[in-house]
């Protein structure tokens, strides 16, 4: 009989803490937009904005609230009274309405923010937690700053706003201090000693200031969250927060050391993505994580090599699970001649093995002086080494179509991108890829 898996609730927050983003800001429709692709990708929970920090994100907090019928809507407010009723006003029409209250916990915050005690701290909470429920039966309350709240403290904070109804349990580490061994204790420590702990659930929330956001993430589904709070591209606060697309993968990817489940559809995280990109302006870094654009790009001639034969050789994941159409094949200095004569084939040329040595060599040479080699480069390359008095040359004529369209470089890119589906010649007959044993050799000593 099959173990039922652990279902871990995604609490998107990119509309809320996300849009704090410095550049990232959001509009009504905007925000609209991007909650109904949250919807389409499948998370549980959509923050969508702090209703009383202007009447534009109240407006846009009601609106999610109205149309996004599916997810759970929450909306942020301060331990006050004044945020609790206008996050209310914002979510009461909601189809699943949560108040997400916050209030700081830790000593430096208690000092110099709020200019509070230890007991007014915790009498606040209280009373703003069981404000909230009297309008919501879906309460969360997040300690901000928790990893720099004395544990004995904080425990007794989480106790008695789960007293006072708090249905969910957030544990920030709002300044991106912890660490994963350091969180994953303290959410054991909080399972412990907190009383009526086992009726509530609880969350992690993490910040990206040391890079370990994703991580501290995971260590604290792996101490018993099952909650846990991201945003689209870890955009948010300073350095961001724990990226959803990141944390999900390492659920799938690694289901040997993470058996849990979540309701995310891997294809629309890519889509996801772009769109938030567009809306904000604000480009993925090229190197990020599952939906940056080198995430399964290959330049170098050993990877070139091994994806050529099978992808999994060096991507632990498919482009296509996470949406992303097909791996891409950079053509640089580190290319090998596998990569090369695979590319030359698509575009209607195929070389004999002294032909492609000397196209090799111009094309390293090239790719040195110009980094990224493309269609029409490699055109010109061919042309020029191999014209009619050349003793070496094509043994298939181009076609038309792949050289029509590498001469004009400011064309459409075709909807499929390299590697493409085994081509043919002009006449109709299969081009062959080219014998994997004579390239092996060449492509390791250029791909290291």
């Not at 990109?277 to 399964?296: C, D, H, L, M, Y």
């Not at 996470?322 to 209607?348: F, M, N, T, W, Y």
Request: contains cysteine; hydrophobic residues 40%.
């Amino acid at each position: 009989m099959a173990t039922e898996q652990v279902r871990i609730t995604v609490f998107d927050t990119t509309l809320r803490d996300g849009e704090q983003s410095p550049g990232c800001s959001m509009n009504h429709q905007e925000k609209l937009r991007l909650a109904h692709q949250l919807d389409r990708l499948g998370v549980d929970v959509i923050e969508a904005g702090f209703p009383i920090a202007s009447d534009g994100d109240f407006e846009a907090v009601k609106a999610v609230a109205d149309v996004i019928r599916r997810p759970i809507i929450a909306g942020l407010a301060r331990a006050c009274q004044p945020d609790i009723e206008r996050a209310w006003d914002a979510l009461k029409d909601a189809a699943r309405p949560r108040i997400h209250v916050f209030l700081a916990t830790s000593d430096i915050h208690l000092q110099y923010k709020l200019r509070i005690t230890r007991d007014q701290c915790l009498a606040q909470a209280r009373e703003a937690v069981s404000f909230a429920k009297s309008f919501c039966s879906d309460v969360e309350f997040s300690p901000e700053d928790a990893t720099r709240t004395d544990p004995d403290f904080l425990c007794r904070v989480l106790e008695a706003v789960v007293e006072a109804g708090a249905t969910t349990l957030n544990i920030p580490d709002t300044v991106g201090y912890t660490v994963p061994s350091e969180f994953g204790e303290l959410i054991a420590t909080i399972r412990r000693r907190v009383k009526g702990i086992e009726d509530v659930t609880i969350s992690a929330h993490c910040h990206n200031d040391l890079g370990m956001a994703v991580a501290n993430t995971m260590a604290a589904i792996a101490a018993g969250a099952r909650q846990v709070e991201c945003t689209i591209n870890g955009i948010g606060e300073r350095a961001g927060n724990a990226s959803l697309e990141e944390i999900v993968m390492a659920i799938r990817v690694r289901h040997d050391r993470y058996p849990y489940e979540t309701g995310i559809v891997g294809e629309q995280i890519f889509p996801a993505s772009q769109m938030l990109s567009e809306i904000t302006g604000v480009p993925v870094q090229p190197n990020k994580a599952v939906t940056g654009r080198n995430a399964f790009a290959h330049e170098a001639g050993i990877h070139q090599d091994g994806v050529l034969k099978n992808p999994l050789t060096y991507e632990i994941m498919t482009p296509q699970s996470v949406g992303v159409p097909d791996s891409k094949l950079v053509l640089g200095k580190h290319s090998g001649r596998h990569a090369l004569a695979i590319r030359c084939e698509q575009l209607g040329y195929q070389f004999d093995r002294r032909a492609l040595d000397d196209i090799y060599r111009r094309f390293v040479r090239l790719a040195d002086k110009i980094k990224h080699v493309e269609d029409h480069h490699l055109l010109e390359l061919i042309r020029d080494t191999h014209k009619p008095a050349a003793s070496a040359t094509p043994l298939f004529e181009p076609l038309p179509n792949a050289v029509a369209a590498a001469a004009n470089p400011l064309a459409p890119e075709s909807p499929r991108p390299f590697p493409l589906a085994p081509q043919t010649n002009a006449f109709g007959a299969p081009l062959p890829v080219p014998g994997d044993q004579h390239h092996d050799q060449e492509d390791y000593l250029w791909g290291v």
